[in-house]
């Protein structure tokens, strides 16, 4: 389920320190696709550490830190619409809301896969 215009309900889990503030952070569930091949790539891109790889993208240079320090609170969700068939490019995206569900950037992963 994604979780764009979704008020918070989740638990924080995890904190981290952003300037000498104490940030809850807060990973939503995956939303990838119901069909259960797209769904199987999906999850063997997540264990080849596609996932990570936008984690890392995010907390480097994609984090809206102004929204997130104001709140308190980093709010992300990966998810994926399932790799293009004709083209096999992977389709993760990396979405941070904000504690209503507005969204405040987005990160993607665009890679040829085999």
Not at 75 to 84: D, E, H, I, T
Not at 92 to 113: A, E, P, S
Request: with cysteine; proline share 4%; net charge negative.
């Amino acid at each position: 389920m994604n979780a764009k215009g979704t008020p918070l309900e989740i638990y924080p889990t995890s904190e981290v320190a952003l300037n000498d503030t104490k940030m809850r952070v807060y990973h939503e569930p995956f939303d990838l696709p119901c069909n259960e091949q797209k769904r199987a790539a999906c999850e063997r891109h997540l264990d080849m550490g596609l996932g990570d790889e936008l984690y890392d993208e995010f907390w480097m240079q994609g984090c809206d830190f102004d929204v997130a320090e104001r709140e308190c609170v980093v709010r992300v969700q990966l998810s994926c619409a399932g790799q293009s068939a004709l083209s096999e490019i992977c389709r993760m995206t990396l979405t941070q809301y904000d504690t209503q569900g507005k969204v405040l950037n987005t990160g993607k992963i665009r890679k040829k896969m085999d």
